[in-house]
């Protein structure tokens, strides 16, 4: 099952799409409804599976103009001076700094490993007078709206969104994790990593001045709330009204069991993602390094490497651990079997060693 993957979660635009606030409900239900069209727009590339290779950095900021035509008109090429406008800059900055991790922390050269061009469109409305409550990766390219002007603040202000929508090509074209049930939150997770990791990558964060939250710029003033989500403590990010209550569990025994269809976030990809997002931090702050790339980086993106489209949370556990074994030695296992423990995918008291025969992707 491929998907176009969201930045703000169905259970969020559910929820607004009843709040009293007529534009409020009208921009919910205006994004809920675009996202079925591109649904069947993500199916169509990833069959195509189409990669534009160019060997180095390049991006391309398109404007939409507060339409839905896509790409839209052509606003900053690679190597050009900065725009007027904020938003593209924005769009085109985190463009680059995502690259950057990837090639200099994993040598992975953007989205497809041999310099794919990076396209993206701002300013992007299905309705000239209603705004757009989400930015997502389409199979092809990043398309960011720019928000209610109550909730939601433009798409592009937050780097490490930027960073989780293009993960989730990455995803696409590795282990392909298909978007529903333990699968996809393992997705949803794995973009909210690299997303995080990007922005600590950026900022120069250790472990521990990170704040590991995800979409923090984009949260208007005077919403009672931090960000979207929390890595570090899934289900505190927001609780207010318009919102609604952060539903994200932090370990097993809070696993919620919902219907995989589109009304309940396919078996809850946004919601359940909680657990292994948790258990990332865990195996940060086990590990001891400085920084969430230095160890703990290398390990997921390794396991991610390695998983396939029906990967669940106990796999991709044990895929961890045998990759941190192999790649910083038995203590290192340890950490992030510990890490797993915690958040009740690995049994309590499971001190197997795992036997390092996974080649080193």
């Not at 985190?94 to 794919?116: C, V």
């Not at 757009?132 to 389409?138: K, T, V």
Request: hydrophobic share 35%.
């Amino acid at each position: 099952m491929s998907t176009c993957c969201y930045i703000i979660p169905p259970h969020i635009l559910n929820h607004m799409a009843s709040n009293p606030d007529a534009k409020l409900r009208k921009t919910a239900r205006a994004t809920i409804l675009a996202s079925r069209g591109f649904h069947e727009q993500r199916q169509i590339f990833s069959v195509l599976n189409i990669a534009l290779g160019t060997g180095g950095l390049r991006r391309t900021i398109y404007d939409a103009q507060k339409d839905s035509t896509l790409p839209g008109m052509m606003s900053r090429n690679e190597g050009n001076p900065p725009s007027t406008d904020p938003t593209v800059n924005e769009a085109y900055d985190g463009a680059g700094d995502t690259y950057a991790f990837y090639d200099q922390i994993l040598g992975r050269k953007s989205i497809d490993g041999h310099g794919m061009r990076l396209q993206a469109t701002v300013h992007y409305q299905e309705d000239p007078d209603e705004g757009y409550d989400n930015a997502f990766w389409n199979g092809r390219q990043m398309i960011y709206g720019d928000g209610d002007g109550i909730l939601f603040g433009p798409f592009t202000r937050s780097l490490d969104v930027i960073a989780h929508e293009l993960t989730h090509g990455v995803t696409e074209l590795e282990a392909g994790l298909e978007y529903h049930n333990q699968s996809g939150a393992l997705n949803e997770s794995f973009s909210d990593v690299f997303g995080s990791m990007v922005k600590q990558w950026k900022l120069g964060q250790t472990i521990q001045e990170a704040d590991w939250l995800i979409g923090k710029e984009l949260l208007a003033p005077g919403i009672q709330g931090k960000a979207l989500r929390s890595l570090r403590d899934p289900g505190t990010a927001y609780d207010d009204p318009r919102l609604g209550k952060d539903p994200q569990p932090g370990r097993m025994t809070d696993f919620q069991n919902l219907p995989d269809r589109r009304g309940s976030d396919w078996g809850g990809v946004h919601i359940n993602s909680g657990i292994p997002n948790r258990a990332f931090v865990l195996a940060c702050e086990n590990l001891g390094a400085k920084h969430s790339w230095d160890q703990a980086g290398r390990i997921w993106y390794a396991t991610l490497r390695a998983l396939h489209k029906t990967s669940d949370f106990a796999e991709a556990a044990t895929t961890t651990i045998v990759y941190a074994q192999q790649l910083f030695g038995p203590q290192a296992a340890d950490a992030v079997r510990d890490a797993w423990q915690m958040v009740e995918v690995v049994p309590a008291g499971d001190t197997t060693r795992p036997i390092p025969v996974i080649a080193a992707p």
